[in-house]
């Protein structure tokens, strides 16, 4: 069966960088679209990145600074995150699906990882 494990999250400094990883379990990634969203409280579970076929796809509010990219010998997905702002601030999963096209919303995924919690602060 598939499974996704997220890496630890943590605490950084506004400016600060951090990355996050996501072991792919029962299925080889080449073959799934693969995202990172996040949540932060009050707010809805919106999309960061996403390896979606032979493209990466990022929300405006991290292009520049956000670096997402699959490492096919781990199986795993990571996700760079530079110049980190306290917007930036939410619990983050990542997130698969069988390769198809369609908007990268929550809806559209089917295997998630725990969420893991980033928080920028001084």
């Known amino acids: 069966q598939v499974q996704l494990v997220a890496s630890e999250g943590g605490l950084v400094q506004p400016g600060g960088s951090l990355r996050l990883s996501c072991a792919v379990s029962?299925?080889?990634?080449?073959?799934?679209?693969i995202a990172w969203f996040r949540q932060a409280p009050g707010k809805e579970r919106e999309f960061v990145a996403g390896?979606?076929?032979?493209?990466?796809d990022y929300a405006d509010s991290v292009k520049g600074r956000f670096i997402i990219w699959r490492d096919n010998a781990d199986n795993t997905v990571y996700l760079r995150m530079n110049n980190m702002k306290s917007e930036d601030t939410a619990v983050y999963y990542c997130?698969?699906?069988?390769?198809?096209?369609?908007?990268?919303?929550?809806?559209?995924?089917?295997?998630w990882g725990q969420g893991t919690q980033v928080t920028v602060s001084a």
């Open positions: 390896a979606i076929g032979w493209s990466r």
């Open positions: 997130a698969a699906r069988e390769a198809q096209l369609g908007p990268s919303t929550p809806a559209n995924y089917d295997y």
């Open positions: 029962g299925r080889i990634i080449s073959e799934f679209d």
